[in-house]
RNA sequence: GGUCCGGUAGCUCAGCUGGAUAGAGCAGCUGCCUUCUAAGCAGCAGGUCAUGUGUUCGAAUCACAUCCGGAUCACCA
């Protein structure tokens, strides 16, 4: 049982004696910073029930808990705020639980999976900050729901078919002049995504020089020699023509490499990896069974429909005139052939709010037709990464470039260590290391602390900062904070806790409570899928323990018991930073 | 036009299952390194919580309306 559950139950016997109510849920919130006390209980709820004013309801209960509760030592009244303090014992015994459990935090296995699909990037250009924000979501969610006591399999759904790609296979194939990654010295990804480019701009030209012959702007996007000849390129690839075979796998392999070792550089992988191009003919039995079902009907020119309206939706095209999918029925294919390969209990989709009715649409389908899955069915919706100028946009050159940024930020974050100079001492190695690790730290933490749902802004001219509430920040905490248990080491000083009659210091009441939270924020962010939870109690985390660092002396207290029992507390801490930010995905340095 | 999401300090964001004087970081200004890492700590300044009405003992938080921004409503994916 955890102290908040005590404490509930204490005031809840509380009310029960005096006024023989049986309360509610009793709510706590932790208490404001200008008032004494660490949990609050508002008494304004009760003042009908009992017709008592709430600052009198907050003395009963109040003394009735100094009387008879284990847990409380005082209180105080504010109106009808009862704010509440803890005896020492009370979080000397707490942190004695959390310091012997190592996976303090993490929840047992609870025989559920869930499958998280993300980053599912397109093979025609490479991973721009957008992306990042895909991964990095889908990456911690992942740990997140592991570390609360799911199996997880990651997946990727690799969108390497259709008209776009052939885009960037047919101006490669007419400007390309057998350019490869060797010859040029560019990244695959980037080579693919350069003919993509090339693409639009020679359409758009030719799009331009028939307006200009009297052809209406809409006709003229329909007839451009080179969209039609994309066209004859995809008819070609349906049909398994060797050339554009060959064309095709030579371009993706090159794009694959390309994503590798972006992939690697964020520490990103999947556990399994779907392609479009093995899965967009799925779907078409499911539409059968619609049919048959009457869940779907056909319309005169043979194509196949739902009607949605009874869920709020509208009718949706499920399967085209010709007998060719669109993309709701390759996703219904493709979720039904995860279900066979993996009988997941959760199927989780991180995927941008721009595809929120998409969803929407999928899920009511699936459960039309009696998929029972589709409960467990979610769409992690989050929100575009925006910058100054409005969206970005591949086509238009208007994108932060995934690879580029992360160079800059490891330049950055060299140039930053360089200048502090406190690792003379490492080899280039270990230097180039560190780099890594705050660069990334830096820029995931970046993109993790905002709330999912919510879009967010990233001003190029403004380089993502290494102060503050970032990622770093809460590194240096933690190489502080390995810095002072190697000194203990050495110093033999071992970690204990004290006796009964230890007089705790405030701000190590601060940091005990600031740990007994971590449980509940993995849950939290478990239950709600947002990462951010995570990173704001990382941030909190680590700011309470910079206090507490400049607050007291850790090695030159005069009492033995202090510094034995501040190692351990630092240890704790350090371990808690260290767990929460590689739910984030995000490593922690020895020293920096 | 219908639907959905958002609007909190100069900037980027917390807070939103209703509770105390609305919080951080950045930027600005003051202090603090002969003591465990100053990528830090302490402080100052900065707000009509888009607007209005309602519900309530109490509203940034809930409801309705309005304004602004974005997304979506494809036989694109």
């Not at 020679?202 to 969209?227: F, H, N, R, S, T």
């Amino acid at each position: 049982m955890t102290i908040e559950e005590i404490l509930k139950g204490d005031i809840k016997k509380a009310i029960q004696k005096h006024f023989e109510i049986d309360a509610e849920e009793i709510i706590l919130q932790p208490t404001k910073k200008e008032f004494e006390g660490f949990y609050t209980f508002v008494t304004f709820t009760l003042t009908k029930t009992t017709r008592k004013a709430p600052a009198e309801l907050g003395q009963i209960i109040g003394n009735e808990l100094i009387e008879n509760s284990s847990v409380v030592d005082s209180f105080n009244v504010v109106q009808g705020f009862l704010n509440i303090s803890l005896k020492d014992q009370t979080w000397l015994n707490l942190f004695g639980q959390m310091s012997s459990h190592p996976d303090y935090g993490a929840s047992p296995s609870n025989g559920q999976s869930v499958m998280v699909e993300f980053s599912s990037p397109n093979t025609n250009k490479p991973l721009h900050l957008g992306h990042l924000r895909n991964n990095f979501l889908g990456d911690s969610l992942s740990k997140i729901l592991k570390a609360s006591g799911y199996d997880i399999i990651k997946t990727c759904l690799v969108n390497d078919r259709g008209i776009h790609i052939c885009k960037s296979m047919l101006a490669y194939r007419e400007l390309g002049n057998g350019e490869t990654p060797e010859s040029s010295g560019i990244k695959g990804d980037h080579l693919a995504g350069k003919y993509y480019v090339k693409f639009d701009q020679e359409y758009k030209k030719q799009i331009k020089e028939l307006v200009e012959q009297g052809m209406k702007e809409e006709e003229a996007a329909k007839k451009a020699p080179w969209i039609l000849e994309a066209q004859k390129l995809l008819l070609l690839w349906e049909q398994g023509d060797a050339d554009t075979m060959a064309l095709w796998q030579k371009m993706n392999s090159w794009v694959y490499q390309g994503f590798g070792e972006t992939y690697k550089k964020i520490d990103v992988s999947f556990d399994k990896t779907y392609y479009e191009s093995d899965t967009y003919l799925l779907g078409k039995d499911i539409i059968e069974e619609g049919l048959q079902k009457g869940v779907f009907y056909r319309k005169e020119d043979n194509s196949v429909w739902i009607s949605l309206v009874e869920e709020g939706l509208d009718e949706k095209l499920v399967l085209r005139g010709d007998g060719t999918s669109v993309y709701i029925t390759q996703d219904l294919g493709t979720t039904e052939l995860k279900n066979k390969d993996f009988h997941n209990d959760r199927y989780l989709w991180v995927v941008g709010n721009e595809q929120d009715y998409h969803f929407k649409v999928l899920f009511a389908i699936l459960k039309r037709l009696g998929r029972t899955y589709s409960e467990g069915c979610y769409h992690i919706s989050y929100g575009m990464v925006d910058l100054p100028s409005g969206k970005m946009k591949s086509r238009e050159g208007t994108v932060v470039d995934a690879d580029d940024l992360i160079a800059e930020m490891i330049q950055t974050a060299a140039d930053r260590t360089q200048e502090l100079g406190k690792i003379d001492d490492f080899d280039s190695a270990e230097a180039k290391q560190l780099y890594n690790q705050l660069a990334m730290g830096a820029l995931k933490y970046f993109l993790l602390k905002v709330d999912p749902k919510k879009r967010m802004l990233f001003n190029p001219l403004e380089s993502i900062d290494f102060q503050g509430h970032t990622g770093p920040f809460i590194q240096y905490t933690y190489a502080r904070i390995r810095s002072i248990i190697r000194k203990a080491e050495q110093a033999e000083i071992a970690a204990v806790i004290p006796g009964d009659a230890y007089k705790l210091h405030p701000a190590e009441r601060e940091l005990i409570f600031s740990l007994s939270l971590y449980p509940s924020k993995v849950s939290a962010a478990a239950s709600e899928f947002a990462p951010s939870l995570i990173s704001q109690y990382a941030f909190e985390l680590a700011k309470v323990y910079n206090q507490f660092y400049a607050e007291v002396s850790i090695f030159s207290d005069p009492n033995p018991e202090a510094t034995r029992f501040r190692v351990a507390l630092s240890k704790v801490v350090s371990e808690t930073i260290r767990k929460a930010l590689g739910l984030m995905g995000i490593e922690v340095p020895e020293r920096m």
